[in-house]
């Protein structure tokens, strides 16, 4: 196939997904990214901990801030436009991302296909995620690395690409120290002198730039890479996001993510495994999994977009095992394995991406609209976990909005709670307390129906404006299946 036809397929993918994936997956998809460059632009949007105590770069946001600048300049910044134009940007990315993966993998329809199929792909490649940036800029690096047999001459351009990925996201180490050290190891040069002619004037250049551009934004110095190592590794802030057991990437973030890839992926490994010396470039990338997953094994807090880097290398194994499989079977053969394949992956990526929790974010529009028909009288309280919709990035107008928090225990106090347990312990409380009966009351109230029991004092001046449904499948008790939006009676 040529390149140009692959990229527009995968563009074609990427854009259609922008529209088709509907749900929320992460807070991190709009409080670490469009609600930063909100508001960089507009000068108001909500700042979480992240950013205060500069633990994250500056330099994704800005260049959604570039994008929202420019929407604003030509007066097309109306918040639909706002809210998908850095979906189409991380799709384009994305679409680029893919067609590396399509050379380095050696220019295989099959390589085509299991990047084209995956319901995880699908599902993150079009979200303004810094781990779904990190994987499109992985997989271009990856593709620039110098793999044996792949007459790759030139080989600092990855060291570029992976420095970049260190200073905006530093866990992408993980990855890059096993193909780093076996870059060393393959190179004809000497190590010591791969080093410093490469690694140390590269690493320094990029750090250099990205130290003045944080520094900048922060007003004051700052290197971002250190501080995140600081909070997440020595003070263990992470864990505060909950902790799962050693084995969850094993036994249910790897293969969820996969999904039916996983048994091509399988199947794979063993061939490798059994001939070893015909595979010499898997078996670093299964090295480098296996790497990989030890050391986020360790790490107490786990998610599933943490191995979302993990994808490109697991589709380059099992996509060169099924182009030579392939080559052997029955067209029948082929065809039922690919019918498997799309059907397996369809089916996720279709309830995860139109079904399962969209109710947080079609909310945003019916409050979008209330919003800006009155902005001085409106007051949104979300009695929600922390961070369950988007804000300002959604709503587009400077209105008053509270929501529960949920900061970590910085100065490791006993027996701490944040405030949205506090809220949780005792709805009726934490209300008395911030909403006394003859104080301001909020315009609206958005809830999860499962709260509407606990919180019926207050609801007694409200009316219920507009019912959502969010999911079938709460994943915590404090999660409903509805998203209700309740109006004050005057
Ligand atoms: C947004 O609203 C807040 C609270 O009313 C106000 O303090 C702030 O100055 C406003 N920001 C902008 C940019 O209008």
Known sequence: MKNLDVFLIFLAIRIASVFLVQTYFVPDEYWQSLEVAHNLVY?????????????????????????????????????EVLIFSPRILQAVISSFSDLHFYKWSGTK????????????????????????????????????FP???????????????????????PTCAIVWIPLCICHLLINKEDSFSVIIQRYVPIGLSVLCVSITIDSLAYGRFLITPYEFLKFNLFQDIGAFYGVQPWHWYLSTGFPAILGIQFLPFFMACLVVLKNRSNHPNELVILGTMVFTL????????????????????????????????????????????AAVIFFGNAMPAWYLG???????LDVMKPLREIAQKDPNNTHFLFLMPCHSTPLYSHLHVN????????????????????EADHFYFSPIKWL?????????????????????????DILTRYKLLHQFFHTDVPLSSRIGKNVLVFEKVL
């Not at 633990?55 to 109306?78: H, Q, W």
């Not at 030890?294 to 060169?320: D, G, Q, T």
């Not at 008395?432 to 019926?456: A, M, T, W």
């Open 43 to 79: 000068k108001y949007g909500y700042l979480t901990w992240e950013w205060s105590k500069g633990i994250r770069s500056y330099i994704p946001p800005l260049i959604i801030a570039f994008l929202y600048k420019i929407l604003n300049l030509v007066g097309l910044d109306t918040a």
């Open 109 to 144: 329809k099959w390589a085509v296909f299991c990047l084209a199929t995956s319901w995880f792909w699908f599902y993150t490649a079009s979200r303004t995620l810094i781990n779904t940036l990190e994987c499109s800029l992985t997989t271009i690096a990856l593709s620039l």
């Open 147 to 169: 793999w044996p047999g792949k007459n790759i001459e030139d080989n600092s351009k990855f060291i570029w690409v992976a420095a970049f990925l260190f200073v905006i996201r």
């Open 294 to 337: 030890a050391v986020y094994s360790v790490l107490p807090h786990k998610e599933f977009r943490f191995i979302l880097p993990l994808l490109p290398l697991v589709f380059y194994v099992s996509s060169r095992f099924l182009s030579s499989w392939s080559r052997k079977a029955s067209t029948a053969g082929v065809w039922v394995v």
């Open 354 to 360: 139109m079904v399962h929790q969209r109710g947080t």
């Open 399 to 418: 209105v008053t909005t509270r929501f529960l928090t949920c900061l970590p225990n910085f100065n490791n106090v006993e027996g701490y709670i944040d």
């Open 432 to 456: 008395r307390q911030y909403y006394p009966p003859n104080g301001v009351l909020p315009s609206h109230i958005i809830i999860f129906d499962n709260l509407e029991p606990f919180v019926k």
